[in-house]
């Protein structure tokens, strides 16, 4: 069993876009700007984006912190994002989710320029991916894609299970997976909480992308020896052994697949760091305008 | 074995568009109007593009159809697809494909008004569809899922088999069968040209949705019995016992499986004629700025 070191990985591309962003302020270019758009106090949030903020430094980008109150309207919202399409140096910009119920999320995404939209959230990007054109990936799909490719894990004609249907991990993952070319080329079959015989698919598959949000879902009885399992859950589970009272969980009962697996992710340590990295290259591919002109 | 008698729905569906075009037209609404761009003389694109004419004059809409010879420049097709956009009395457009091959296809899907794009070829269409947000849904994959709803067919928690990853029926099927709600929420697999075990992963398929284009692929070995086999291949294959010198030829090796079958589209006659009422329909509903205003 290897573990796919996520964070490892994601420490050398950041390095990567790093150098990039250097040669590129060498060569007089402009310095990638991300700006982030923060509406209440949620915890998880407050997290992603203080996290999302301190990448951007790290890799030398210029990086603008927005924050409203949970009870900003949503004309309010839609007013920032317009500011945010219209200025210049804003290279790509992300409205961070959940938003507070009285706002709709799809009218905020479809607000933004899709030209700006890092991560990859707007209908024209999910369209053009599912259409294998060039786009914005959404942050998730991508960083696992990556993780297979940095580990040279095989996907050709491999059978991929996909455990769940949301908008920004299962869809996207599974047209990602089954797209002509390396990654991709796989088999692949779509889960969720509808499927009657979920073990017995799951024993099928060479590869495992479990997207459920239900801790320690996955069991070993579930997996077939050699598998490649990518981990996305990231529920938190109060925790009296953590200092802030909760850990991350994922959907894989790690203790009892990982032996069986070829490849497996860690919760925390595996896809989580590679979904800033796919934001971050986004971004960078934005200031340099290489998706949209 | 009961027989998807698709000619059939289309026929009752296209007298309920008529009758509800009868009803605007009382009110003094406006006609719903049809444009088709057709580029050169390819048989097939010529039959498709004079039937779906003939279809909206059945049904009471206005149609306007453009021909250009093969040699048209892209730019020169641009240009008609400009006008097209801004002729407020064109309520939708298709230009047939497939194009020249000095033509990009992408180029000119993407300049169509995505409010006007009634193929539902364009990004923001698949893009809303994968979200699960209204738009004009791609016309085979609704054909297919409207005839399944008119012969209550369950879905739900069943295990379709999609063969073929195509951007105009594999991929935009898959989505939609994996969808919540009705037709809908199926453990969705898809198979192509990489797929090592095809046979035996049909062989779990309660519902089966064959649109390789590969004349009867499916042998009756490959469905389990009780399935639903929806045949979405139209392959013309030379035949002397037709006036025309070919005869269309479906995905399905139909005496082998329909026996086999709960339900099972033929060809033709099956998905086929649903792919135009699609197209009328996305019409009606353009006209009727019921999804973009």
């Known amino acids: ?12 591309i950041k390095q990567e876009i790093a150098e990039e962003v250097t040669r590129i302020k060498t060569a007089g270019g402009k310095t ?8 209440g106090h949620d915890g998880g949030s407050e997290t992603y984006v203080a996290n999302k903020v301190r990448a951007c430094e790290e890799v ?13 309207t949503e004309e309010e919202l839609l007013a920032c994002v317009d500011r945010l399409n219209k200025d210049a140096d804003i290279d790509g910009f992300i409205v961070q989710l959940p938003l507070p119920k009285h706002i709709s ?25 599912s259409l294998g054109m060039p786009c914005f990936l959404s942050a998730t ?11 040279n894990i095989e996907t050709r004609g491999k059978h991929c299970v996909v455990l769940g249907r949301s908008n920004i991990v299962g869809k996207p993952a599974s047209m990602l997976m089954m797209q002509k070319g390396y990654p991709g080329d796989c088999t692949v079959t779509v889960c969720h ?25 996955l069991k070993g009885d579930m997996v077939k020896e050699g598998a490649v399992v990518i981990d996305v859950g990231t529920t938190r589970v109060p925790s009296d ?19 069986k697996c ?14 800033i990295v796919s934001l971050l290259r986004n971004t960078l591919l934005a200031g340099k305008k290489e998706i949209y002109p």
Request: proline share 6%; with cysteine; glycine share 8%.
């Open 193 to 217: 909480s509808r499927t009657k015989n979920i073990k017995e698919i799951c024993l099928q598959a060479d590869i495992i992308i479990a997207a459920l949000g239900v801790p320690e879902f």
């Open 32 to 39: 990638p700007h991300l700006a982030a758009v923060l509406v």
């Open 105 to 129: 999320e799809e009218n905020v995404t479809e607000a933004i320029d899709y030209r700006k939209d890092v991560d990859g959230f707007h209908p024209v990007n999910v369209g053009r991916m």
């Open 262 to 275: 070829a490849f497996i992710t860690p919760v925390p340590g595996g896809v989580g760091p590679m979904t």
């Open 141 to 151: 799909p991508a960083g696992i894609l990556e993780l297979l490719k940095r580990y």
């Open 60 to 72: 030398g980008f210029t990086s603008t912190l927005i924050r409203y109150e949970a009870d900003v």
């Open 1 to 12: 069993m290897k573990l796919i070191d996520g964070k490892a990985v994601a420490t050398q």
């Open 241 to 259: 052994k953590t200092k802030s009272g909760f850990k991350l969980t994922g959907d894989v009962k790690f203790d009892e697949v990982a032996p």
